[in-house]
């Protein structure tokens, strides 16, 4: 089963605009939240990531917001420009001495229009 | 310095041929990652090197699958024989610590 939900599979947004994209977890171990973005013909590359002791972190236009007790995380891209046309993976890790593999969300098409 | 890097970047094969992936992580990581996205779906974790050593590989699929990390540097994953399901975006990512970074993937079409 998938472990990590996320939504919306695609979203438009203006130029200037909001862009939110929405990510669920069920497993309780998960201690750690990177969000990655990809564009086309690339790897993913990690965007900003989050721990759980904190309900958000902000690092310019991107800020991830965080509730614990909801098992809920989200990524707000403020003031959107059509350079952050991509797609956006949302992920999950249970540290482990050493071994950080990540468990991911669907990815999100991010579109944004002038 | 150099990135991650993935060779091919594309490959077509027929159901039951054989084909290796491979990745040349940044130099000096140790932590090497094979992910798989099958289409429209997530992407999936299939193992975990330590240098030259097999740290978890959980996420391996089936026996078809075979890696191998040859003195800790570059890594190989070969597909034999290979099934139509197989088909996907394999990523390789390479660490020291917790940020991984991740090359351009290859592209298996299996027909």
């Known amino acids: 089963q998938q472990q990590v939900k996320q939504s919306p599979q695609s979203l438009i947004v203006q130029k200037g605009g909001i862009s939110i994209i929405n990510c669920a977890y069920e497993?309780?171990?998960?201690?750690?939240f990177p969000w990655y973005q990809q564009f086309p013909g690339k790897g993913p590359a990690l965007l900003i990531a989050?721990?759980?002791?904190?309900s958000e972190k902000k690092e310019g236009r991107f800020t991830i917001s965080f509730n614990k007790s909801a098992k809920q995380f989200s990524l707000h891209i403020m003031d959107s420009q059509p350079g952050d046309s991509a797609t956006y993976f949302c992920a999950a890790v249970i540290s482990n001495f050493g071994n950080e593999k990540l468990t991911f969300g669907t990815g999100t098409r991010l579109t944004i229009i002038p | 310095e150099a990135g991650v890097t993935q060779f091919p970047s594309h490959s077509v094969i027929e159901k039951g041929q054989t084909v290796t992936l491979r990745c040349d992580p940044i130099s000096g990581h140790d932590n090497l990652y094979w992910y798989r996205r099958v289409m429209g779906k997530e992407i999936k974790f299939l193992l975990h090197?330590?240098?030259?050593?097999?740290?978890?590989e959980s996420g391996m699929p089936n026996n078809r699958f075979l890696a191998e990390r040859t003195g800790g540097t570059y890594s190989t994953l070969k597909v034999q024989p290979a099934e139509l399901e197989d088909s996907g975006v394999y990523f390789c990512?390479?660490?020291?610590?917790?940020?991984?970074?991740f090359g351009p993937g290859t592209r298996l079409t299996v027909t």
């Open positions: 090197f330590v240098k030259e050593s097999k740290q978890d």
């Open positions: 990512a390479s660490s020291q610590h917790n940020e991984q970074y």
């Open positions: 497993n309780t171990a998960f201690d750690y």
């Open positions: 989050i721990r759980p002791d904190v």
